[in-house]
Nanobody, 124 residues
Framework: QVQLVESGGGLVQAGDSLRLSCAVSVRFLTTYAVAWFRQAPGKEREFLVGVNWNDHSTFSADHARGRFVISRDRTENMAYLQMNNLKSEDTALYYC?????????????????WGQGTQVTVSS
């Protein structure tokens, strides 16, 4: 009933901006939150930013605040991650995920639905 498909990753230079997209297909859920996570090689998956779909309330991890911005387009059923001033340490596989209900969860265990991920590589 839920399908998430990320796109927009690639190779960029340090200091560049990049926008990732997540196509969100949902059936039988009326409220949910969509979030972006990332996982770098050898590191744990970490939460970045999230949005409650219906009211567009957003929430973010401290380390992401300021450079990473989430938005969503309800008519197109798309979520976006705008990333600015990218650094080499932002190199990771980026995932969008969905958690049923209204929430502000940072914990990946609260998100039962995941996309396949899109790779972002930042060269310095």
């Amino acid at each position: 009933q839920v399908q998430l498909v990320e796109s927009g990753g690639g190779l960029v230079q340090a200091g560049d901006s990049l926008r990732l997209s997540c196509a969100v297909s949902v059936r039988f859920l009326t409220t949910y939150a969509v979030a972006w996570f990332r996982q770098a090689p050898g590191k744990e998956r970490e939460f970045l930013v999230g949005v409650n779909w219906n009211d567009h309330s957003t929430f973010s991890a401290d380390h992401a605040r300021g450079r990473f911005v989430i938005s969503r387009d309800r008519t197109e059923n798309m979520a976006y991650l705008q990333m600015n001033n990218l650094k080499s340490e932002d190199t990771a596989l980026y995932y969008c995920a969905l958690s049923p209900g209204v929430n502000y969860a940072f914990d990946s265990s609260r998100y039962p639905y995941w996309g396949q991920g899109t790779q972002v590589t930042v060269s310095s």
